[in-house]
């Protein structure tokens, strides 16, 4: 003789699992996030400027490096104020965003179409979100930024759709920003399939800014772009500059670790 005893085996179960749960305030508590104001350069700033300085706020902490405002991304910030001409009327694209400097300063500087994202984890998408309302007027924010969260490599559908006026035309971009990403080395290639997917090929441009955070790897940053040479692009240095060191501590050479690097891709 058998007896159906599932239901009873199953609170049977829960119980057991509840000795697997953590007690209340065990866990240490996440990091609450943290601000810092970036501030644009009075050489950079025109008459109607309205945005002399940006609140950026970084989640707490996070596996992506995302709770930082790298050097990179300041220099990136900078060099787009001074080149308005790079964003004015065009149609952007920042990948990896982070924080969203860059970005911001594009929607400032006249960009038609800003299209921010990061890796789709709610906490970074939320940041951002927070990062363009508290930042940018209400009218910039409305018509002229999309906040999507986007895995490098995967279907570019989503980014292309986010700037086509109509379901029957395909937009490509004019600039796309990647800043400090590069240090990512396992996936050089799935960022440059989304950028070979996304970029305007005959005056599209991918600008790319980063430090050699770790000088023993500088080599394996750098084959970025010799993944881009392969593909028979057009690899331009414009720009260096060297900051302080994000982390006075840490090992290697300072100047390396302090100094930013901008390169200029296009499709030949």
Not at 26 to 37: R, S
Not at 227 to 240: D, G, H, R, S
């Amino acid at each position: 003789m058998t007896f159906d005893n599932s239901e009873e085996q199953l609170q049977l179960d829960e119980q057991d699992l509840s000795i697997f749960e953590e007690p209340e305030g065990y866990l240490p508590p996440q990091p609450k996030p943290t601000f810092q104001t970036f501030s644009r350069k009075d050489e950079h700033l025109l008459q109607s400027d309205n945005f002399k300085t940006l609140n950026i706020r970084l989640v707490g902490s996070h596996p992506l490096w995302a709770h930082l405002l790298w050097n990179a991304g300041k220099c990136f910030a900078w060099y787009l104020d001074e080149h308005k001409e790079l964003v004015k009327g065009k149609k952007v694209l920042e990948l990896g965003a982070g924080g969203a400097l860059p970005s911001l300063i594009a929607a400032v500087n006249g960009a038609e179409k800003v299209v921010i994202t990061d890796y789709p984890d709610d906490d970074l998408i939320d940041n951002i979100r927070h990062n363009v309302n508290t930042n940018l007027s209400t009218d910039i924010c409305t018509d002229n930024i999309r906040v999507l969260g986007y895995i490098w490599g995967k279907d570019t559908y989503p980014l292309l759709n986010a700037i086509s006026k109509s379901e029957k035309t395909s937009n490509l971009y004019d600039l796309i920003i990647l800043s400090d990403l590069i240090f990512n080395h396992s996936q050089h290639k799935a960022l440059l399939k989304t950028c070979k997917e996304c970029l305007d090929p005959i005056n599209g441009q991918i600008l790319v800014f980063f430090t050699h955070n770790l000088p023993d790897l500088a080599h394996k940053d750098m084959e970025f772009f010799e993944e881009a040479k392969n593909l028979q692009w057009k690899v331009e240095k414009i720009f260096k500059e060297i900051m302080s060191p994000m982390f006075k501590e840490d090992h290697g050479c300072e100047t390396v670790r302090s100094t930013v690097y901008g390169y200029k891709i296009t499709i030949n």
